[in-house]
């Protein structure tokens, strides 16, 4: 189905982790996961996408078989199907194949719905949180509206497709280590306080950090107020010893 020779990689830089900071090397230290560079010099980058491409169209067939039997079924009108993924995956970008990252490609997932009054063919591109879900399917399903959700209903933007007002999506990796997303820019503080930030107007492909440019001082100010105020501590039954920085004491708090 998928012909090796015409499966393009991803683009990365070789300097890309030139200007991140210290704590994002030591947490992205993960010698069991392929590097980039590995894939690139083995020849096995296309055999690895080929591998991937593989596992979404076996994952598309099923979900194509259970959602051709609900449309024969009694329920066909009265049931709301959501897709998505727990993680997202670096093919390659960012130096690695492995999720484990507060960057683009290791926190954006898939998040589709299906179902009576939901607009087909539509994508949309603010972003979302895996929260929204629950307090999305009370709206569609025209239950009483959950005061306690953390999440916001992405039910406004399903039906009008404009937001109305700017959405924000926190993501965290390991104690005091946050990104913030917003329509234009991703902003990753780290427990120890060193911070990277970037345009995705201007930079997709998060290459340039550019925390340190002077203009940047007023959005620095805004994104910093959307960190979370509180950081739970780790359940002392939590054992994460992917890394020697998940491994010290320090992270587990």
């Not at 009576?116 to 879900?133: D, F, H, M, Q, V």
């Not at 390991?174 to 234009?184: A, C, E, P």
């Not at 959005?219 to 010290?248: A, G, H, V």
């Amino acid at each position: 189905m998928y012909e090796k020779d015409k499966i393009v990689t991803p683009p990365v830089r070789s300097d890309d982790f030139d200007d991140i900071p210290e704590i994002a090397h030591r947490i992205d230290d993960l010698p069991m996961f392929p590097s980039t560079s590995w894939a690139e010099e083995s020849g096995e980058w296309k055999n690895m996408l080929h591998a991937y491409l593989a596992c979404i169209t076996f994952v598309d067939h099923y979900v194509g078989e259970v959602l051709e039997a609900l449309e024969k079924s009694a329920y066909a009108e009265n049931t709301v199907v959501v897709l998505w993924s727990d993680n997202g995956y670096r093919l390659g970008e960012k130096g690695k194949f492995a999720k484990h990252c507060l960057w683009k490609e290791g926190t954006q997932v898939p998040l589709i719905f299906k179902g009576p009054g939901i607009p087909e063919n539509t994508i949309i591109n603010n972003p979302a949180e895996l929260l929204s879900i629950y307090p999305t399917l009370l709206g569609l399903c025209n239950l009483p509206e959950n005061k306690h959700n953390e999440g916001e209903s992405l039910l406004p933007l399903i039906k009008n497709r404009s937001p109305q007002k700017e959405r924000h999506v926190i993501s965290t990796w390991g104690y005091g280590n946050h990104s913030i997303v917003t329509g234009q820019f991703r902003f990753i503080q780290y427990e120890d306080g060193a911070e990277e930030l970037y345009d995705h107007d201007t930079d997709p492909n998060e290459w340039h950090n550019i925390i340190d440019l002077p203009n940047n001082t007023q959005t620095l100010d805004e994104l910093r107020e959307l960190l979370p105020k509180i950081n739970r501590p780790w359940s002392k039954y939590s054992y994460y010893t992917i890394n020697e920085y998940f491994s010290t004491t320090s992270t587990l708090q």
